[in-house]
């Protein structure tokens, strides 16, 4: 402000103060200034303060409510339709790709499933194979064993017999010894 400037006086009511000190509080600007920028505003806008319907102002609301809705409209058709297209589309194909997935990829999973079980089986099967050859070996082994230990009894006592033995007694040697190899 030019210190040249004269200054007016304009008497207002008590409660119409406390208002014009709420309202320059709340724009945070002295009370002067908040009044020279009302007037300003009012010069301007050529409205009448006491007009609470102001054509002018209802028509400044609707032309930027068409603004907006026109803005929301173009927005709705360039951005939110296309949008919504293309994630129907993409659901569409990410239905097809699960779909892929559940009938190849599990069947495959299933028959590999169902070879391995197969395979087990047959593991299984021959295990029971080989440790029945084992067993057998195992027997025969015993089996060597103890015919050779009776072969070398009986050589032993056949040995031990000299000129004087009786046939008797070498035929009852040969006939424990064949009763011991039966039982074998």
């Known amino acids: 402000m030019d210190m040249q400037e004269s200054l007016r006086t304009v008497k207002y009511s008590v409660q ?3 208002k014009f ?3 320059a509080l709340k724009l945070g600007r002295s009370k002067r200034q908040v009044f020279s920028q009302m007037i300003d505003y009012f ?3 050529k409205k009448d303060p006491v007009d609470f319907n102001d054509e002018l102002l209802k028509t400044t609301m609707l032309k930027g409510q068409k603004e907006h809705i026109g803005f929301i409209k173009t927005q709705e058709k360039e951005l939110l339709i296309p949008i919504k297209r293309d994630a129907v589309r993409m659901i569409e194909g990410l239905k097809k790709i699960i779909d892929c997935f559940n009938t190849q990829v599990l069947k ?3 028959e590999v499933i ?8 047959k593991l299984s099967t021959l295990n029971v194979a080989v440790e029945r050859m084992e067993i057998k070996m195992e027997t025969k082994q015993k089996l060597k064993e103890r015919f050779l ?3 070398n009894s009986y050589i032993k006592e056949r040995d031990s017999f000299n000129m004087m033995t ?3 007694e070498k035929e009852e040697l040969a006939k424990l010894t064949r009763k011991q190899i039966e039982l074998l």
Do not use: F, M, P, V
């Open 166 to 168: 009786s046939s008797k």
């Open 149 to 151: 230990y009776l072969l």
């Open 21 to 23: 000190e709420k309202i």
């Open 108 to 110: 495959y999973n299933d």
């Open 114 to 121: 169902g070879n391995q079980l197969a395979q087990t089986k």
């Open 43 to 45: 010069y301007r806008s």
């Open 16 to 18: 119409d103060d406390a």
